[in-house]
């Protein structure tokens, strides 16, 4: 079993849905949660980054954790042609950090 | 926005040659990190570092070394590139928020596709 479950999509949807994009994890001493953005070519680049249960919110981006469940979100909000990238979920503690495997998401016009 | 800048963005190589890659941060981090990506495929660390002089190998075997002499660079060399060596190669950093934890955010370079023919 991977530490880090990401389904891998492709997710495709219209312009203006709200997009949820999800993670698994099995350690749970993992303490910190992220979201990296990747465009075609492109190195990762962060989105969000949280260490608590609850809800953090960034502009049309919401990034959610239940330590309880061991899952996270990041929900996309009135999606755009320019979130269309691959987006990846990182998840991290003492000495290691483990990315998921990527979602792609097309947003279509 | 991070300044993490990677030489050369595409090779191309016959087998046998030995490469360079390059990776400079001018954020003054402690940490870095080599990660080896595939496409569609999760990333894989392959190598870090806590600073100078220190490096350390991660989770996916690896023919690279790399060297750290200087907070700022931290090189990742092929002796002899095959063509399983095929990849993009990423170089991230991140500050020492806490001692002794990769876990902190890390910023990523551009990245280099490596194709060995």
């Known amino acids: 079993q991977k530490e880090v479950e990401q389904d891998p999509g492709p997710l495709s949807v219209p312009e203006g849905a709200i997009v949820s994009l999800n993670c698994t994890y099995s350690?749970?001493?993992?303490?910190?949660f992220m979201w990296y953005r990747q465009y075609s070519r492109k190195g990762p680049e962060l989105l969000m980054y949280?260490?608590?249960?609850g809800n953090k919110e960034d502009g049309r981006f919401t990034a959610q954790v239940d330590k309880s469940s061991k899952y996270i979100s990041l929900f996309i909000r009135d999606s755009q042609p320019s979130d269309s990238a691959t987006y990846l979920c990182a998840i991290g503690g003492a000495q290691k950090l483990v990315f998921g495997q990527g979602t792609r998401l097309t947003i279509n016009p | 926005e991070a300044d993490i800048y990677q030489t050369p963005r595409y090779l191309v190589i016959g087998t046998g040659k030995k490469i360079t890659l390059e990776c400079s941060q001018t954020?003054?981090?402690?940490?870095m990190y080599w990660y080896q990506q595939d496409p569609g495929m999760e990333l894989h660390l392959i190598h870090y570092?806590?600073?100078?002089?220190?490096?350390e190998k991660g989770d996916l075997s690896s023919e690279s070394t790399v060297s750290r002499i200087r907070t700022e660079h931290f090189p990742l060399t092929l002796e002899s590139a095959r063509p399983s060596h095929t990849s993009q190669y990423l170089c991230?950093?991140?500050?020492?928020?806490?001692?002794?934890?990769?876990?902190?955010?890390?910023?990523f370079g551009p990245g280099t596709r490596l194709l060995v023919l």
């Open positions: 350690n749970s001493a993992f303490q910190y």
């Open positions: 954020m003054g981090h402690d940490k």
């Open positions: 949280t260490y608590s249960s």
């Open positions: 991230a950093s991140s500050t020492n928020l806490l001692a002794g934890s990769v876990g902190e955010t890390q910023y």
């Open positions: 570092s806590y600073g100078v002089n220190s490096t």
